[in-house]
């Protein structure tokens, strides 16, 4: 499948999409999308999560990856594409009967023509479920880089827990779940776990990971490192994205509120209740500790482990839909 895939790729100039933001849904990737798209010479998209999975499921596109101009209607029904700023004219020149293009370079033309709107080189998106579909990606652009957001699962724990979003899959899976926080660690640990897995293999040159609790308390800093991996000059811009966007109003949430780097937002230790901390740490302690996140219950019940254990079980069977999941740790 991936020679495949790589077969279709164009050897184009672009490097347009030149970089993903990745993480589990919840862990800030809202934030770090603000940071990087203030910078002079890179914009971010938002969320144009139809991009693997057209390509996977072959959606206006011939079984070799070519596309057709079927393609258009699709598009034009997501309900993110307008916010890439290309005309139901320019989508139809791009997608010209007769003439045969490759997926990757349709969807390069697409970043470009973006970046161009923006006034910026390179262009990227942020979408939190990419971090499980890093393979594909990679392989229709081998050169893009891949930004991969880890934030303590508790605190995840907390934000899916609280988030009133009906239509988001994530809270369907949660929130109706027999026991909602052991359902959130197994759904955090199925994410990190299967970017890095996937991340791993790609090498250092291509994939990064950045703590979220490093980037809010040293963002300078953090946004520096950031900067060096992506090829790019530091720039203050990156830490005044809120300037003249701010909005304070009550009942918003981070993402509705154009605050500054701020820390302290949301912390499991003053806001989750104990006896949740330990049913959390029993489903995904061993990812806690291979990430360096200290516990606070070193030995969990045994009657929280057969919790545990048995939610584990369940959320497979819920989760997988035929999709081998990152072994459980």
């Known amino acids: 499948m991936l020679r495949e895939l790589r077969d279709q790729t164009p050897r184009s100039v672009s490097h347009n999409p030149a970089v993903f933001l990745v993480g589990c849904p919840r862990s800030g990737t809202t934030l770090l999308q603000r ?103 990679h392989a229709l652009w081998p050169k893009a880089k891949f930004v991969h957001l880890i934030r303590d699962g508790r605190d995840v724990c907390l934000s ?33 776990k299967a970017g890095r897995q996937a991340g791993n293999s790609l090498g250092p040159e291509l994939y990064y990971e950045l703590r979220y609790e490093d980037l809010v308390a040293s963002p300078e800093e953090e946004c520096a490192k950031l900067c060096a991996f992506l090829g790019v000059p530091y720039e203050d811009a990156m830490l005044r994205f809120h300037e003249g966007r701010t909005r304070r109003d009550a009942g918003l949430d981070s993402k509705g509120q154009w605050l500054p780097v701020t820390s302290g937002l949301r912390d499991w230790r003053s806001d989750m209740r104990p006896q949740d ?5 029993a489903a995904a302690g061993g990812l806690l500790d291979e990430l360096g996140y200290a516990r606070a219950c070193r030995q969990p019940a045994p009657e929280t482990m057969e919790q545990a254990a048995r939610i584990g079980a369940l959320f497979d069977t819920k989760a997988r839909h035929g999709e081998k999941l990152p072994e459980r740790g």
């Not at 109706?176 to 994410?191: I, K, L, P």
């Open 35 to 137: 940071l990087v798209d203030a910078h002079p010479q890179i914009a971010i998209t938002h969320e144009q999560c139809w991009v693997a999975r057209y390509f996977k499921n072959r959606t206006g596109l011939t079984p070799e990856g070519l596309v057709t101009p079927g393609l258009s209607a699709s598009l034009l029904e997501e309900k993110r594409f307008h916010k890439l700023r290309v005309s139901r004219d320019e989508l139809e020149r791009l997608l010209e009967p007769g003439k045969p293009v490759s997926y990757a370079s349709f969807v390069t033309e697409l970043f470009d023509h973006y970046g161009k709107a923006k006034g910026k080189i390179l262009v990227g998106d942020k979408c939190p479920s990419y971090l499980r579909e890093l393979p594909t990606l």
């Open 160 to 192: 899916i827990c609280n988030w009133n979003k009906p239509d988001r899959i994530t809270v369907r899976l949660v929130h109706g779940a027999e026991d909602n926080v052991s359902t959130a660690a197994f759904y955090w640990q199925w994410f990190v």
């Open 277 to 281: 901390v330990e049913r959390f740490e």
